[in-house]
């Protein structure tokens, strides 16, 4: 800056030979023009200073919720696992011992609206749960193993023990399918969210053997859909199940619903399923041709993903249970049903495309196990498209 400044003086006065002499502008120097690149003398702050706290932002109560949240995550580590929550990346060390060829499968996802249900009702102990499982779910697809998961929340306001609540969901199912919460990201960003609100986004990376995995290429024309079911909404058509609950049924959170037998809030905040113990044991018994997590797009958004060009599916409707929640929700907001199959899973969760004589043994082997399965449908030739018949 001083350089510039004395660079700037010397284009624009002239400077007399003599040394005795003082600086003087020139006198064919225009003053005005001057004074227009001669930057303000620096004033006196009169304003009283001002912290981060201030701003919006609290670093004890960072500190403090990142304490709280170490604890909870070192339940999910293993030996795999060679850092501690607050290092700048997380390290894991994958057991690679019975593989040939791995590949690493990822996936990432947020809760969504459904978070607006947490908000209404101060409960945050499941969303996490429900972001978790949506993840693992999605690879799960594909025939992959979780490895470790990392979060992001960010927050207008932090609270620790929300953060924890929040945490505390994602250590659950963390542990329950094996996977190590390795680390993430927690922002207070006070003018993004409104008062009492976050955002919640998760990472997943798995593992699968190269020639394992599935990816919907082995469907064959004949090949039968079996369902498993949906806990509920999941974590989709919440912008859609909101409306109607909260502004056409004019419910509040707490009020009960016969037709349910449960309050509104119950109904909508059941978690999210993992199907993860249920597929893999499959995974190694059946040649499985391909899986479809069901989500934003309900049955016919989400089984095309996995179809090949020349092959359609026809699912078969009623041909299992729908859920109470799902009639409830047509029958008071008055949703046409194409709408609520594409948007909603309608109680089908997760599909398997398998072959014909293997159908009928992996359905009595789920329901051996206590889990319902159904045959919903079959592959047909076409043109990757998905129909729902009567």
């Known amino acids: 800056m001083t350089c510039g400044l004395r660079l700037a003086a010397r284009s624009l006065f002239s400077i007399d030979k003599e040394p005795t002499k003082s600086l003087r502008p020139s006198a064919d ?52 696992v060679l850092t501690d929550i607050g290092a700048f990346g ?3 060390k994958p057991d690679l011992t019975n593989l040939r060829n791995p590949v690493l499968v ?19 102990d499941t969303v996490g749960e429900d972001l978790v499982n949506h993840c693992i779910n999605d690879i799960l697809v594909h025939g992959a193993r979780p490895l470790f998961f990392l979060d992001y929340i960010g927050v207008g306001k932090l609270k620790p ?24 990201e927690m922002a207070e960003l006070p003018d993004f969210y409104q008062p009492g609100e976050y955002d919640l986004v998760g990472f997943v990376v798995g593992l699968v053997e190269q020639e394992k995995i599935i990816d919907g290429a ?21 912008t859609l199940a909101r409306r109607v609950a909260f502004d056409v049924a004019k419910l509040k959170p707490g009020d009960m619903v016969v037709e349910l ?45 996995v179809l090949p060009d020349n092959l359609d599916a026809e699912i078969v409707k009623g041909s299992w249970p729908i859920l109470p929640i799902f009639s409830w929700l047509q029958r008071a907001g008055n949703v046409d049903p194409a709408d609520m ?11 398997l495309v398998v072959a014909p004589n293997d159908a009928d043994k992996i359905i009595m082997e789920l329901n051996h196990i206590g889990e319902s399965a159904f045959r919903i449908g079959e592959i047909t030739s076409g043109q990757k498209a998905v129909r729902l018949i009567e």
Request: charge should be positive; aromatic fraction near 6%.
């Open 29 to 80: 120097v225009d003053l005005n023009r001057v004074s227009r690149y001669i930057p303000d003398m620096p004033k006196r702050n009169v304003n009283p200073p001002i912290t981060y706290a201030d701003a919006g932002v609290d670093i004890k109560a960072g500190e403090e919720a990142v304490e709280r949240i170490k604890a909870l995550a070192r339940q999910t580590f293993n030996k795999q």
């Open 90 to 92: 997380g390290f894991f």
């Open 106 to 124: 990822s996936s990432t996802d947020s809760v969504g609206s459904k978070l607006k249900l947490a908000f209404m009702t101060n409960r945050h």
């Open 161 to 184: 023990e929300i953060i924890a609540e929040v945490v505390s969901g994602l250590t659950r199912a963390c542990k329950d399918v094996g996977a190590a919460l390795i680390g993430g």
């Open 218 to 238: 082995a469907i064959r024309t004949g090949d039968i859909c079996i369902g498993l079911p949906s806990t509920g909404l999941h974590t989709n058509g919440y």
């Open 261 to 305: 037998e449960t309050t509104i809030d119950d109904a909508l905040l059941r978690v999210h399923r993992c199907y993860a113990a249920v597929i893999h044991p499959l995974l190694d018994r059946y040649d499985i041709h391909g899986m479809a997590h069901i989500t934003g797009g309900g049955i016919p958004g989400n089984l095309k993903r």
């Open 341 to 351: 199959y594409n948007t909603f899973n309608m109680g089908i969760g997760f599909i």
